[in-house]
């Protein structure tokens, strides 16, 4: 898989591309980046692109729900955030799906689409 990701300042958006396969320890790894990049401030939103991307065979529940344990654990740097998950194929929208289920009890507004209009117009970007 390739996950690249870009901060917006003006926007105060991350942006995430995922293409390929998608291993969830890898969208990890690259959350981890995030949180670490200088120019990442508390509050930032973050559009995710998944539309070239479908879960890996080894996707899982287990791992979903270690992701979402990964997310809350660095809730605190985060701060009060809102996720659009734009992800056209069905794997990978149910997955986002389950996903945003795990972690709605987060200061994390999680919403998925297939649409790419509605996901940027439900953030604003």
């Not at 917006?8 to 998608?22: P, S, Y």
């Not at 995030?34 to 479908?54: C, M, Q, R, T």
């Not at 791992?63 to 979402?68: D, F, L, S, V, W």
């Not at 997955?95 to 709605?104: D, E, I, R």
Request: proline residues 2%; aromatic residues 12%; glycine residues 4%.
């Amino acid at each position: 898989m390739s996950t690249s990701h870009r901060i917006d300042k003006e926007l105060k958006t991350i942006f995430v591309v995922a293409k390929g396969n998608i291993e969830l320890e890898e969208l990890i790894e690259d959350e981890k980046k995030i949180l670490n990049n200088p120019e990442f401030e508390k509050g930032y939103n973050k559009y995710v692109d998944f539309s070239e991307a479908k879960p890996s065979q080894n996707a899982d529940y287990e791992k979903i729900k270690m992701t979402a344990e990964f997310i809350r654990s660095t809730q605190n740097s985060r701060g009060k955030c809102k996720w659009s998950i734009y992800a056209p194929n069905v794997d990978a929208y149910n997955y986002s799906k389950l996903f945003a289920q795990l972690t709605k009890e987060l200061e994390l507004e999680t919403k998925v689409f297939i649409s790419e209009r509605e996901a940027r117009e439900w953030l604003g970007v």
